[in-house]
């Protein structure tokens, strides 16, 4: 990938994650990466493919966080790797989680079966912990695992550190 490449796509993320993807036109992408707006053009057919663009990646950097996770055979260590995750991820990656966020709201690039392999190792585990409703408390700690994520993104992580802890304390 060429420099001015990873440029527009850095600056699109930035842009998408903080503003709204229908909010950033693609002369404020190009201004951002320090390009033409017709390179931008030259790289990808569209504004909606530059957007399919990072979405790709994001895939892909998705199964990179999630694979500790579902091949853990542990039942306790998934569900503590679980509650720890959002805590790991550095500030730099906080725009590429906050695009993944926002997109969730808008249907045609909404997965209700991205989180699916995650939450079905969470109800293994609550299983072989014989907790009484597994599923139910898999989709329970997935969201609250979610709205801690979203609590870090937006006010850093010192303003979840408690919720870590008690969610450990609470999962023994």
Known sequence: MTDKKENILKAALEL????????????????????????????FENKKALLDSIMQMAEQKINIVFAPILFETDPLNVIHHSISLPFQIEESE???????FKLKWQSEYYNVDKMKPVIDKFIWAFTMLGYQNPALEATFLEQIIE??????????????????????????
């Not at 994650?17 to 030259?42: D, H, M, P, Q």
């Not at 709205?147 to 023994?172: P, V």
């Open 16 to 43: 998408f994650a903080n503003e709204g993807y229908n909010a950033v036109s693609t002369n404020a992408i190009a201004k951002k990466a320090g390009v033409s707006e017709g390179l931008i053009f030259r790289h």
């Open 147 to 172: 709205t801690i994520s979203i609590g870090i993104l937006r006010n850093g992580k010192e303003s979840q550190l408690n919720y870590q802890q008690f969610l450990i304390n609470k999962y023994q």
């Open 94 to 100: 906080y725009d590429f989680w906050r695009l993944q």
